[in-house]
């Protein structure tokens, strides 16, 4: 059984940056992916960055690109979200999913997720 536990959220300053981090456990795929979702309040569910553990390939919302960086450790079993130069619009609790094969940053392709984490940014 796969789990994901995310940590690293809290409240910062626009302009500010903050480090995200999904531990994962369990994960048997031969390929798949990693990504990272965020809903801010009255909103849906949005795809924010993925990572192809297979090509190594990244994606990311055209809304975090630049600004945001995916990665991750095998060693350690953890994907990261870097977040830089942070604005109010990017307050939101983050998720981490996984699913076998090919990235989507589309929610309803995945259905093993972590239980969030909050990330609050203040003008």
């Known amino acids: 059984r796969v789990l994901l536990v995310e940590s690293g959220g809290g409240s910062v300053q626009a302009g500010e940056s903050l480090t995200l981090s999904c531990i994962v456990s369990?994960?048997?795929?031969?390929?798949?992916?990693l990504a990272w979702f965020r809903q801010g309040p009255g909103k849906e569910r949005e795809g924010v960055a993925s990572?192809?553990?297979?090509?190594?390939?990244?994606g990311y919302a055209d809304s975090v690109k630049g600004r945001f960086t995916i990665s991750q450790d095998i060693a350690k079993n953890t994907a990261y979200l870097q977040m830089t130069s942070l604005n109010p619009e990017d307050t939101a609790m983050y998720y981490c999913?996984?699913?076998?094969?090919?990235?989507?940053?589309?929610?309803?392709?995945?259905?093993?997720w972590g239980q969030g984490t909050l990330v609050i940014v203040s003008s």
């Open positions: 990572f192809d553990s297979g090509t190594r390939s990244t």
């Open positions: 999913a996984t699913r076998a094969g090919d990235c989507y940053l589309a929610a309803s392709w995945y259905n093993i």
């Open positions: 369990g994960y048997t795929y031969t390929r798949g992916c």
